[in-house]
């Protein structure tokens, strides 16, 4: 299954995260710097979409 976690990045999604992924699920994780995040490396990262201007 695949599982959207908001505030991934942040003191617990990051144990969500990884609990989530450890026991077969597939995450996505919208996240602002994926590159500095510390999630694990199976986790989906997309930044949020701009507002067009």
């Known amino acids: 299954m695949t ?3 908001t505030s991934a ?3 617990v999604g ?3 995260v990884t609990a989530l992924v450890r026991t077969g699920h597939r995450v996505r ?3 602002r710097t ?3 995040s510390s999630l ?3 986790t989906q990262q997309r930044l949020p ?3 067009r201007t």
């Open 49 to 51: 979409r701009q507002p």
């Open 14 to 16: 990051r144990h969500v």
């Open 3 to 5: 599982i959207l976690v």
């Open 29 to 31: 994780a919208p996240t």
């Open 9 to 11: 990045t942040g003191m």
């Open 40 to 42: 694990p490396r199976t």
């Open 34 to 36: 994926p590159t500095a």
